[in-house]
């Protein structure tokens, strides 16, 4: 299984982009890395997913080297309500990967005005 | 389209004793997943449940268990009630394939006194 590792936090303000680093460097070629966003007294939510080089929906893009032993999940002009903690698991889709999935501790992202 | 659905939203049990929470899943998911989070930290994977069967299991004890139901709803069991068993339960659930692209219900805020 391989071990991520983030910044336990990051301070930013309103319209400013930010990135969140996050280091695995025993990936498996067969991992995926994928990030969840977590608000106070809810549940995780998925943000995004990616294999290699570059991955963008509408919340986010996610950024991977092309040795895969860290990635960046980047949030453009953030406000007020993207204030969460954000989550970095690495690890294979499908049920044979016989590992657990571990959430770490998290970064958690503070902006203000 | 109905999420992650969770019951009950709070409960107050007393130690030694034994709690049922249930999950229904999102439309179209056959995989739910359990997880215990204490304040302040991430979610810790309990195991997770496919065709009615436990495939994977975090380390937790024994009086943790589950079930999957033919409609793919999932209850987890908590035996012998400790104080150290308080906190937020999140049930999650995912395709088969795509295990790490998970939607997680709003959890059951478990209090133990």
């Known amino acids: 299984l391989a071990k991520t590792t983030q910044p336990i936090s990051m301070d930013s303000y309103e319209g400013q982009e930010v990135n969140i680093t996050c280091s695995h460097n025993?990936?498996?070629?067969?991992?995926?890395i994928t990030w969840y966003q977590q608000f106070p007294s809810q549940g995780p939510r998925f943000i995004i997913q990616g294999y290699k080089t570059k991955v963008t929906n509408e919340v986010a893009s996610l950024f991977i080297p092309a040795d895969r032993k860290s990635s960046t999940l980047s949030l453009p002009r953030v406000s007020l309500s993207d204030t969460a903690v954000y989550y970095c698991?690495?690890?294979?889709?499908?049920?044979?990967?016989?590992?657990?999935?571990?959430f770490g501790k998290g970064t958690t992202l503070s902006v203000s005005s | 389209d109905a999420g992650v659905t969770q019951s009950p939203t709070h409960l107050i049990k007393t130690r030694g004793q034994q709690v049922t929470l249930r999950c229904s899943p999102k439309?179209?998911?056959?995989?739910v997943s359990w997880y215990q989070q204490a304040l302040g930290q991430g979610p810790q994977f309990i195991f997770q449940y496919y065709e009615e069967e436990e495939r994977q299991r975090g380390n937790f004890p024994d009086r943790f268990s589950g079930h999957q139901f033919p409609n793919y709803s999932s209850e987890l069991n908590v035996n012998a009630l400790l104080l150290g068993d308080s906190a937020l339960y999140l049930c999650a659930s995912s395709l088969a394939g795509r295990r790490y692209e998970q939607y997680f219900g709003p959890g059951t805020r478990l209090t133990v006194t």
């Open positions: 698991l690495v690890g294979a889709p499908g049920l044979q990967a016989g590992t657990a999935l571990i």
């Open positions: 025993n990936i498996a070629t067969n991992d995926y």
């Open positions: 439309s179209g998911h056959d995989t």
